[in-house]
């Protein structure tokens, strides 16, 4: 069966300093998101491309993106082959290389380390597969989600 979700962001730039767009450094890359009952994401570019680091760009918000589907991808597929998690920490990294004024991601690696109570170690860390393949935004990124997992018994 085929179900279609939508999802809706209102994003607003609020980086004018009065001159507008007039010249390359003459203007911020601040930027709000905003999803209705959601705090706002205070955005900006990275700060290689004159952003503000104490903001997020949007390259991290992809990385984090992946790391966030994957663990929420693991916990579905642990439940269902008897694995009990009871943590989970993961120290995402992405690689995107610039062309000129433009670009791409080469790679996204995730390093979920998991701790788990009951279950077979061994299958708790082949699992880190099948939820890869459930992640719905690595199933719609065109670079490699490496994974290098960790798993810890207590």
């Known amino acids: 069966m085929e179900t279609d979700h939508h999802f809706a962001v209102d994003l607003e730039w609020t980086g004018d300093r009065g001159e507008g767009t007039s010249s390359y450094r003459g203007y911020s890359r601040a930027n709000t998101a905003t999803v209705a009952g959601k705090p706002e994401l205070l955005g900006s570019a990275a700060r290689v491309f004159h952003g503000d680091a104490d903001r997020w760009n949007p390259e991290e918000l992809l990385v984090a993106a992946l790391s966030e589907c994957h663990l929420l991808s693991y ?9 009990v998690v009871t943590g989970y920490t993961d120290a995402a990294t992405g690689t995107m290389r610039q062309e000129g004024d433009g670009g791409r991601f080469t790679s996204v690696t995730l390093r979920p380390r998991v701790t788990i109570s009951a279950g077979d170690p061994e299958l708790a860390t082949a699992l880190h597969g099948e939820a890869s393949a459930l992640c719905f935004i690595a199933s719609s990124v065109n670079f490699p989600v490496r994974h290098e997992p960790e798993t810890l018994v207590v």
């Open 75 to 83: 916990l579905h597929v642990a439940v269902k082959h008897g694995i």
